[in-house]
């Protein structure tokens, strides 16, 4: 008989990563894929106009680059979105975290890859929700995005439709094809 070791979100800090990129699920690492290169200009342009937005307005801060935060304690689940934007009066407890800020970001957006599942991208989201976050965008690259709020259905929108949300974003506001980079 096998026995499961879970990690905590301290241990799990203090592991060399050796090149792999890894989440925490409920104590269990989880190898990710590394990005392919659509992914990644997604991610960078999706990541930049929310930043801009978050320094033109002061709102807050943006994170990329898979950020952890800690959604779940006992057993610990660690997660990052591709690009996450904390309010204003959150970031410096971000900051301040020994490891990982212990609540889920304010609105995060994830990029679809060949690799996720829609189950998985919503199961993601789902633990998001869990630990605080308002908003989430799911972008399909070059074809949709997919707008959820905790308790509701998602809205899918199309490439000319806009992305909006006052209420976490307030002034923030494009496209969806202002999104994805052209080729």
Same mark, same amino acid.
């Given at each position: 008989?096998?026995? #499961? ?30 990005? #392919? ?39 610990? &689940? ?20 020994? &490891? ?9 957006? @994830? ?8 189950? @998985?991208?919503?199961? #993601? ?20 995005? @997919? ?27 494009? #496209? ?8």
């Amino acid at each position: 008989m096998a026995i #499961k070791v879970l990690l905590t979100a301290e241990e799990f800090a203090d592991l060399p990563d050796g090149g792999k990129e890894y989440e925490l699920v409920r104590g269990e690492l989880v190898e990710m894929s590394r990005p #392919k290169p659509r992914h990644g200009a997604v991610t960078i342009r999706a990541g930049r106009l929310a930043d801009e937005w978050a320094e033109r307005t002061g709102a807050g801060q943006c994170f990329s680059n898979d950020t952890g935060f800690i959604l779940e304690r006992g057993p610990d &689940t660690v997660r990052g979105p591709d690009v996450a934007f904390v309010r204003k009066e959150r970031v410096q407890a971000a900051y301040d975290a020994r &490891t990982w800020p212990e609540f889920g970001p304010d609105f995060v957006i @994830e990029v679809r890859s060949p690799s996720n599942s829609w189950r @998985e991208i919503r199961e #993601k989201i789902a633990m998001f929700f869990a630990a605080g976050t308002l908003l989430a965008l799911v972008l399909e690259p070059d074809k949709f995005g @997919e707008v959820h709020r905790p308790g509701q259905e998602p809205i899918r929108l199309e490439l000319n439709d806009t992305f909006s949300a006052e209420d976490v974003l307030p002034g923030f506001e494009c #496209k969806v094809s202002d999104f994805f980079p052209k080729l």
